[in-house]
């Protein structure tokens, strides 16, 4: 916390307490500035609160305008000045802003100006003095070259004053993170949408017709969509935050000779950082000791196994996954130990810069949230031309402008459907509730619906196709050949497989028995440890499957470490790529164990020649298949002093690997015969990509191997640009770039990090990559239920305009104003959300995925509704005019009638809107009877006939209504019946050039086109 004296004060400027700093106080006064107060409010009522709580408080004022505490203590007071300020001390934030002052603004002046002289001396120019990036990158520096450059003692670090001076310098180790939506941003989004604009417009024209009564239920809807999408985000927010892990808090650095635990923001460039397994690195830095040194880097590299590190320097062009003499924040130590020098803190570290990529990556609007977007639009512009040709008819006619300002209103009412956002809040609530149920968290409503048009999936390898986790898959015996492990599904809290199974090449079950001496000495050379369940508790991935590998074949593991002691041991080293351990065995005496490189150890092991090149040859075909490959060796006699080049027998070869998840081969096969592409894209070298992608069906042109976090986003927009709407999985930080920039982002929620799951659109809550599949399912029926209620509104609303226009041609007014807005509260709303929630067509994941750029509906089916309308309209025409010129003729009856019928066609038009698939839609039922009652209602309460303007209609003026409103769907039922629609043929010539459902292979498609219900122009030919 820093303590600063402000510029007023009586008494000598000095001291106060153990913190540093200035203090002005007098005899009962004491005026503090408190690191982390300015703009705090909420920090100033708590330290007002604690300071009013001491004894002898007379008056306790924090405040967060000026980041300053007035305490003011009664003569004789018990409670001292330390004391205050060790509460203050408690309620300080160190990373908090300092307010701001003149003499802050002069120093900052003067530090850049030192700045300046200081990088104009150094490069003899100051046109880039913010550059402070070598000319040579640290990895390809030498450790001299590093001391000099730090003036860096290694044996004693930096001392506390020169870390405290740096630390002033260059700000703390810390960065920004990724801060979750707050509520203001979740519900500004639910709000700004041209759906819920319509609406508000339509609000605000009931209210110029002074029908508050309809103004106040079309706010009502928009409320409610309001309400419905920002709970169900929020919810999602919630969920996220509390997956958020412990981040790295504590380092140990050498200052003074000493080595010392400061927290991590407290990490300086020049610190020399002391690491040991298990920790977490706080900063880059440069290694300059090491030993049996291994580091988990695969949230920022995708490398599946720990990374070896040493200190010599590699080339400047090396790419992160392979400077094995650096260390970089947010990996973790796996094995050994080591001394580095730290080289960049904060932002300037390779997390920073993977954050800057992502505040510079945008996010793409959802293809459907652009697709009602310019149907709003479209609709805005129905209204308003609407309302401006009847203003226009009505004025040729020498009409009452009043008049006609309050039809024309009307008109523009009716124009917008009221249950046009209701329609895409609610589908994508509910479908976010269906796939949560499911494990898969919709952090963004769009998203939902943007899964069902994926046309290519790019999946990180490394903790989303595979288990992040090594396991032995393949062992060579000398006298039994190749066994191939076949594990069990995973029951043991520590995931050991419960049984296993050992397949030789000729397909013969291998007994347990003959793997005797591999399990004695996976479990024994073995850097672990076991508590009391026999779980693993520390180790590296390869000694950790290892030992599970032992487990399971049901070598007695704890036992025997406890009853075998380790008497001495080699560690791996660049010169020995094996490590060797002497034990005193209770049965076998003393025994020398080996494990390491295949052609070392293979070379000390006592084999005829040619058996020899048989397994050098073997331990290359293990590895081509995308294997780490370890010998395991043995001899009697071991020395406890020294390794002497006694031969060894070889107990055999050990294939391991990071195999793929429970599930994945099966969903990328299920997405496959929905058209949609999969691409691999990891961090791992190309021989273990491929293999993995072979195996799980993904061909090597879709298999991108040593890719940077720089090259997955570049990968992902250049599928964008070629207009493919693309879903990244991913896990690691090194896929946020790409998560963001993704249409999809889809992070993963057990093993993913918190950048990871902060910047994606979906979560999958149990890491299953299968679900995935079911998200897509999911995301296409919703397209296609929001789809068929939007053409149900558009064709209903448009029957609306055509029966006021023709009205208006012929100089008569069918429908009254407040029967318009009765007709869209009625017909709008309830059976366009039971269309949204219609069950899934029974081809929906046998078809490609549809084409981003289309229209939510083309020419063709832009020509059908228009028919439909037209039908509708006619009926409610044909109803005004019967009711117009027949006997007892009059304009309210000639409106009820076209009231009537028109409400009957729109309701049952709904039915031919449903889904093609057999399963009933009791909500549409429902809603469909709910109508028709208030219709009912609407024609027979006198109270309800007055506010709409209707009349008592007789039974034949009432059959002739219903009967005209059932003409459309009888004749359409009729038609069904005799004449099958013909099967929809996609035309692939009028997408844009690239698309991804142009291609030579058109390897996008289903392979089952011939049996799939969409047919293409190929299909159509034949």
Same mark, same amino acid.
């Given at each position: ?9 009586r ?8 913190p ?22 909420v +920090?100033?009522?708590?330290?007002? =609160? ?20 007035l ?14 300020l ?10 908090g %802003? ?12 003067a ?11 150094a ?13 040579t ?21 930096l001392?506390? @004053? ?10 703390p ?6 801060? %979750? ?21 339509? $609000? ?45 808090e ?6 003074d *000779?000493?080595?010392t ?10 610190d ?7 920790d977490?690195?706080?900063?880059d830095a440069r ?6 040194? @291994? ?20 080339v ?16 973790v130590? $796996? ?14 570290t390779?997390?920073?810069a993977?954050?800057?990529a992502l505040?510079h ?19 805005a ?33 009716? $124009? ?16 976010s ?16 619906e943007?899964?069902g ?13 595979t288990?992040?986790?090594? =396991? ?11 066994v ?5 599904a995973?029951?043991?809290?520590n ?6 199974g050992?397949?030789?090449?000729d ?17 024994l050379?073995?850097?672990?440890e076991?508590?009391e ?5 520390? *180790? ?19 036992? +025997?470490?406890g ?15 094996f ?15 080996v494990?390491?490189? %295949?052609? %070392? ?15 050098l040859?073997?331990n ?26 006694a031969p ?37 070298q190309? =021989?273990t ?6 195996e ?10 040593r ?16 207009g493919?709407?693309?879903?990244? @999985? ?8 790409a998560?963001?920039? $993704?249409?999809v ?7 993913? @990090?918190?950048?990871a ?7 999958l809550?149990?890491d ?12 296409? +029926? ?33 429908l ?40 939510l ?16 309209a ?22 009820t009638m ?19 698939g ?27 006939? =007055? ?5 008592p209609? *007789?039974?034949i ?9 059932l ?6 039922e ?8 013909p ?11 690239g ?23 190929e299909?159509?030919?034949?």
């Amino acid at each position: 916390m820093k303590w600063r004296a402000l510029a007023r004060g009586r008494a000598p400027l000095g001291h106060v307490g153990k913190p540093s700093g200035r203090v002005v106080h007098s005899a009962q006064r004491l005026r503090v500035e408190v690191a982390g107060l300015f703009g705090e409010p909420v +920090r100033a009522r708590r330290i007002e =609160r604690a300071l009013g709580e001491l004894p002898g408080v007379v008056e306790a004022r924090a405040n967060e305008h000026t980041g300053t505490v007035l305490c003011v203590l009664a003569p004789n007071a018990p409670t001292t000045r330390a004391e205050v300020l060790s509460i203050l001390a408690e309620h300080e934030d160190s990373q908090g %802003p300092p307010p701001p002052s003149l003499s802050r603004i002069a120093e900052s002046a003067a530090a850049s100006a030192r700045d300046m002289i200081r990088a104009y001396g150094a490069n003899g120019s100051a046109d880039d003095e913010d550059d402070t990036t070598p000319v040579t990158p640290w990895h390809a520096r030498s450790i001299d070259e590093l001391t000099q450059a730090f003036s860096v003692d290694l044996q004693r670090g930096l001392t506390a @004053t020169e870390a405290h001076r740096i630390l002033r310098e260059v700000g703390p180790n810390v960065l920004a993170g990724i801060a %979750p939506r707050t509520a203001l941003e979740i519900l500004t989004g639910q709000i700004f949408t041209v759906p819920t604009a319509l609406l508000a417009g339509a $609000a605000g024209l009931s209210v110029l017709l002074g029908d508050l009564l309809e103004a106040g239920a079309i706010l009502l809807v928009v409320g409610s969509n309001v309400v419905v999408g920002y709970f169900t985000e929020s919810r999602a927010e919630e969920l996220l935050d509390a997956w958020s892990k412990f981040r790295v808090e504590w380092a140990r650095v050498l200052r003074d *000779g000493v080595e010392t635990t400061v927290a991590a923001s407290e990490v300086v460039p020049g610190d020399v950082l002391c690491v040991r397994a298990g920790d977490a690195i706080a900063a880059d830095a440069r290694i300059v000791e090491a030993t049996d040194l @291994t580091v988990d880097e695969s949230t920022l590299t995708g490398e599946s196994e720990p990374a070896e590190k040493e200190t010599a320097a590699v080339v400047e062009d090396a790419p992160v996954a392979d400077r094995d003499d650096m260390l970089y924040a947010g990996t973790v130590v $796996a094995t050994g130990s080591a001394r580095a020098v730290v080289v960049a803190t904060g932002s300037a570290t390779e997390l920073g810069a993977i954050q800057r990529a992502l505040s510079h990556t945008a996010d793409r609007a959802a293809p459907l949230e652009q697709q009602l977007d310019q149907l709003g639009r479209r609709v805005a512009t129905l209204a308003f031309g609407s309302s401006i040709a009847v203003t226009a008819l009505g004025l040729l006619r020498g009409q009452p402008l009043a008049a006609l300002a309050r039809s024309a209103v009307a008109l523009g009412v009716a $124009a917008i459907p009221e249950g046009f956002p209701a329609v895409g809040t609610t589908a994508l609530a509910l479908a976010s509730q269906r796939l949560n149920r499911k494990g898969i968290v919709i952090r963004r409503l769009a998203a939902a619906e943007t899964l069902g048009a994926v046309s290519v999936v790019c999946a990180d390898k490394t903790g989303t196709l595979t288990e992040n986790r090594m =396991r032995v898959a393949e062992v060579f015996l000398p006298d039994e050949g190749l066994v191939r492990v076949e594990y069990g599904a995973p029951s043991s809290e520590n995931g050991a497989p419960p049984s296993l199974g050992l397949v030789g090449e000729d397909g013969r079950r291998v007994p347990v028995s003959s793997l005797r001496e591999i399990g004695r000495i996976a479990a024994l050379n073995a850097d672990v440890e076991l508590d009391e369940r026999d779980a693993i508790t520390s *180790g590296s991935g390869t000694e950790r499957a290892l030992v599970e590998f032992a487990m399971a074949i049901g070598y007695p593991v704890r036992r +025997r470490r406890g009853a075998a002691k380790r008497v001495r041991e080699e560690r791996r080293s660049a010169e020995r790529p094996f490590m060797v351990t002497v034990h005193e065995h209770p049965e076998l005496g003393r025994i020398e164990l080996v494990k390491g490189a %295949p052609e %070392p150890v293979i070379e000390r092991a006592s084999v005829e020649p040619s058996e020899r090149a048989h397994l050098l040859a073997m331990n290359e075909a293990m590895a081509s298949r995308g294997l780490r490959v370890l010998a395991l060796a043995w001899r009697k006699d071991g020395d406890p002093k020294q390794t002497h080049e006694a031969p060894l027998v070889l107990a055999g070869l050990v294939g391991m690997r990071d195999p793929p998840r429970r599930g994945v081969r099966e969903a990328l096969a299920v997405l496959a015969g929905a058209g949609v592409r999969t691409m691999m894209l990891t961090g791992d070298q190309a =021989r273990t990509a491929q293999a993995i992608g072979a195996e799980l069906g993904i061909g090597a042109p879709d298999v991108y191997s040593r890719v940077t976090p720089e090259a997955k986003l570049d990968v992902v927009r250049e599928l964008q640009d070629g207009g493919a709407i693309v879903a990244m @999985t991913g896990d690691g930080v090194n896929d946020g770039p790409a998560l963001k920039a $993704a249409d999809v982002g889809v992070a993963m929620g057990e093993r993913g @990090t918190d950048i990871a799951r902060a910047v994606a659109d979906v979560v999958l809550a149990h890491d299953d990559l299968g679900s995935l599949a079911d998200a897509v399912s999911e995301g296409r +029926r919703l397209y296609d239920n929001v789809r068929r209620a939007i053409e149900y509104l558009v064709a209903t609303n448009a029957s609306e305009v055509m029966v006021m226009l023709a009205g208006s041609v012929v100089g008569a007014e069918p429908l009254g104003p407040l029967q318009l807005l009765w007709i869209n509260m009625l017909t709008d709303v309830a059976p366009a959300l039971a269309l949204a929630i219609e069950p899934a067509d029974a081809d929906v994941m046998r078809r490609p995925p549809r084409d981003p750029q289309a229209p939510l509906f083309g020419p063709a089916r832009g020509k059908k509704l228009a028919r439909e309308a037209s039908k509708m309209a006619a009926i409610s025409l044909a109803a005004y005019g019967i009711g117009a010129i027949g006997p007892g003729a009059s304009l309210p009856r000639a409106r009820t009638m076209s009231f009537a019928s028109l409400v009957v066609a729109q309701l049952l038009h709904a039915r031919s809107c449903r889904s093609s698939g057999s399963q009933p839609n009791p909500e549409l039922h429902r809603a469909l009877v709910a109508s028709l009652g208030l219709q009912a209602a609407a024609l027979g309460l006198p109270g309800l006939r =007055r506010v709409l303007g209707t009349t008592p209609l *007789g039974p034949i003026e009432l059959s002739i209504a219903v009967l005209l409103g059932l003409l459309p769907t009888l004749a359409r039922e009729g038609k069904s019946l005799f004449e099958p629609e013909p099967p929809i043929v996609v035309d692939r010539r009028g997408m844009p050039a690239g698309s991804t459902l142009v291609r030579g292979d058109d390897r996008h498609a289903p392979v089952d086109w011939a049996s799939s219900p969409v047919m293409f122009e190929e299909e159509a030919r034949r």
